[in-house]
């Protein structure tokens, strides 16, 4: 009976267990069109590929110690998956057009990326269709090009902001799954700042040799000291006059720290609202600090006097390799940063009425 007993349970392990040294993703489309081959990417680099058989079916194997992201493209279509050894992941597509009309198992991670797609294809659909009624109308009537900015920029917002909360959500309760990463790495960084430096803090460690991950980890932390709620780093630098300027001399008022070149076109094109929030705040206890990225003296000059930019400006004339733009991680202008009078950042990036909304609330 013992004698038995063991036979059968060999033969039950022998066809029971999986390979752990390999992950094998198996699919069948069933509109394929005139596609042959599907294509398997690693960090976007392709690892493999296959030809779809008679029957529209294709297989792969492939080896990951570590969950990590793959991508399977045939024609336009692309389909983000998570793999490591042992998965087993099954495909049904329905056809190449639609990003998100398949059927997924074998991966609990790749599972939930194919959640979150759903959740995203809703709001991205909202968004074509805020952009095509916008580009239909001022196609039919130029001249309504400044109203339907109005009406419809509040309806992108709501959608944005909206978007960002479903993200988060399912982030943070995704957190100990590379699949809630995936859909944190899809928030844009400039509005979801803090919230995207707390994820960043509460994923330390649970994905330890993840190039992506680190990738993430070490960019929050490099932001994070330039980021709301934190003191603005000192620095000293030489004003336009020739003088020596520090950012401890404005200490006691509010003060936009102004990140900008005379050769940046949106900057310039900024400039206007800028003056006129000036002219409206700066008898609040408000004042600006012009910070500009240009390597020419001349230019500079002529630029802050052309858009009459009356408040103090500083220069290292050393465009991108200023050490004040790495102090303050800018990767692009126009930047900006509000420091309330204790030196601290409460805002950044704002801009015209959005910048005039803010300091309206604060500097009652």
């Not at 790495?326 to 959005?354: H, M, Q, T, V």
Request: aromatic share 10%.
């Amino acid at each position: 009976m013992k004698k038995l007993s063991f036979v059968v349970l060999s033969f039950l392990l022998l066809f029971s267990c999986k390979p752990k040294d390999s992950f094998t993703i198996t699919g069948k489309i069933d509109k394929a069109g005139d596609s042959k081959k599907v294509y398997l990417y690693q960090h976007d680099a392709i690892i493999d590929s296959a030809f779809l058989n008679d029957k529209k079916e294709f297989s792969f194997t492939q080896k990951s110690v570590e969950a990590d992201f793959f991508n399977l493209s045939v024609g336009d279509k692309l389909i983000v998956l998570i793999a490591k050894n042992g998965d087993e992941i099954e495909l049904n597509i329905q056809g190449i057009e639609a990003q998100n009309d398949y059927v997924i198992s074998g991966s609990d991670d790749s599972e939930k990326v194919h959640d979150f797609s759903l959740i995203a294809s809703k709001y991205a659909t909202i968004f074509n269709d805020i952009q095509r009624e916008f580009v239909d109308q001022v196609s039919k009537d130029s001249t309504l090009q400044d109203s339907l900015r109005k009406v419809l920029l509040p309806q992108f917002e709501e959608n944005m902001a909206s978007y960002s909360k479903k993200t988060t959500e399912f982030g943070l309760a995704n957190s100990g799954s590379l699949a809630g990463f995936y859909a944190m790495g899809t928030l844009e960084q400039e509005s979801n700042e803090q919230v995207l430096i707390a994820y960043a803090e509460q994923i330390k460690g649970k994905f330890k040799n993840n190039t992506a991950v680190e990738q993430f980890l070490k960019r929050m932390e490099a932001i994070k000291p330039v980021s709301i709620g934190q003191m603005a780093p000192s620095f000293e630098m030489a004003s336009s006059d020739g003088k020596v300027v520090k950012l401890s001399d404005f200490k006691g008022k509010y003060v936009l720290l102004d990140f900008w070149a005379s050769w940046c076109g949106p900057c310039r094109t900024e400039n206007p609202n800028i003056v006129r929030t000036y002219a409206a705040f700066k008898d609040k206890n408000f004042t600006i600090l012009g910070i500009s990225l240009d390597d020419d003296k001349d230019s500079w000059l002529k630029a802050i006097k052309k858009d009459q930019l009356s408040w103090t400006h500083v220069s290292e004339l050393k465009r991108w390799e200023s050490p004040i733009a790495n102090l303050y991680k800018i990767e692009g202008i126009p930047a900006s940063f509000l420091l309330d009078p204790e030196g601290k950042i409460i805002a950044k990036n704002l801009r015209g009425e959005a910048l005039t909304k803010f300091l309206r609330k604060t500097l009652k």
